[in-house]
């Protein structure tokens, strides 16, 4: 089966073009810093389009990268919002723009987004810099004959970058603290899972998650200080298996999908330690080992599921469903 990677960077189609819709300059900083479509960027899109990967690290295309590919002079906000929404709701070879992207790394999955977030990412990043790779320009500019033939402007990534790596996480508020440590942790994961699909096939990563996921989540609880763990109320490896309190959460953010709202971090304070919750999703990629057997998942899949995990109880679902949740422990 054909590989795929969370492409969620065309959620960038975004414009340099000054016109009303855009800040005064006065007020730009102010508005980056507390615009709600800055934080739904990070946290749905920096997963696999990190503006502090490595050139060889990246596992999708940066933001600024998709930014620039849909730059165009005429290109209005509306404009934008609209192609977002087509794209992410027909993630096909014929609608893609990124050709090189989708050859590299695959065609991204389809995620059904509320409209409401996809409108404020879109217009966070039509009207505000973003963050871009260290290595970025002097790549961009070797592909695109040092930048000749395309618009240039304010909003396109130039002046003061932060970098996301250097970001002190004990500064941020509870909730985001936690997420960032998951996301973290996500992108680990999904780095070398779909190194796996993409140089070894679906089979191989089912083998990879077996052995090597647990140990790999443990390692960055090492690194981030935390105690960082994905249960679910449906386990594949009853490692994983959420207990009630757990269960509790997991409903809470299943009506979240039910309602079409953005989920937000559940965070519960014990003396010194932390507990913050954040939902996992389903994705069209999650659906190759997840999905309804012999529908979504092949034959050959489903035979080593039931030979890897004889008890597993993580199939049968579609995209956009919560299968679990991330449970991330800190001190204060």
């Not at 590989?3 to 730009?28: D, Q």
């Not at 404020?120 to 973003?130: K, T, V």
Request: hydrophobic share 30%.
């Amino acid at each position: 089966m054909k590989h795929y990677i969370l492409i969620l960077a065309v959620l960038g189609f975004f414009s340099c073009k000054k016109n009303e819709n855009r800040p005064s300059y006065s007020s730009k900083k102010e508005v980056q810093i507390t615009h709600p479509g800055k934080k739904l960027l990070e946290n749905n899109c920096y997963v696999c389009h990190s503006p502090t990967a490595s050139e060889s690290d990246r596992i999708g295309p940066p933001m600024i990268a998709v930014k620039k590919h849909y730059i165009s002079k005429n290109t209005t906000k509306q404009a934008f919002v609209n192609a977002m929404q087509n794209w992410i709701e027909n993630p096909t070879q014929e609608n893609a723009k990124m050709y090189g992207a989708v050859k590299k790394f695959g065609l991204m999955p389809k995620q059904p987004f509320p409209k409401e977030t996809i409108k404020q990412i879109a217009d966070y990043m039509f009207n505000n810099e973003i963050e871009k790779p260290a290595w970025f320009e002097n790549h961009y500019n070797k592909e695109r004959g040092n930048g000749n033939g395309m618009h240039k402007g304010k909003g396109n990534g130039k002046g003061k970058q932060r970098q996301q790596a250097n970001t002190n996480f004990k500064e941020l508020p509870y909730g985001e603290r936690g997420v960032k440590y998951a996301l973290a942790t996500k992108q680990v994961l999904g780095k070398n899972l779909m190194s796996k699909i993409q140089k070894e096939g679906t089979l191989a990563a089912l083998e990879f998650c077996n052995i090597k996921a647990l140990p790999l989540t443990d390692s960055m609880s090492v690194v981030q200080n935390a105690t960082i763990k994905r249960v679910s109320d449906k386990p594949r490896n009853s490692s994983n298996k959420a207990n009630d309190e757990e269960v509790k959460y997991i409903n809470i953010f299943k009506n979240d999908v039910v309602n079409n709202t953005e989920s937000k971090p559940i965070v519960k304070e014990i003396a010194e330690i932390v507990n913050v919750y954040y939902p996992i999703k389903t994705n069209s990629m999650c659906l190759q080992c997840h999905g309804k057997p012999t529908f979504n998942i092949t034959p050959d899949t489903f035979t080593l599921i039931n030979k890897l995990y004889p008890k597993d109880k993580a199939v049968g679902y579609n995209i956009n469903e919560v299968r679990g949740i991330w449970n991330v422990s800190y001190t204060k």
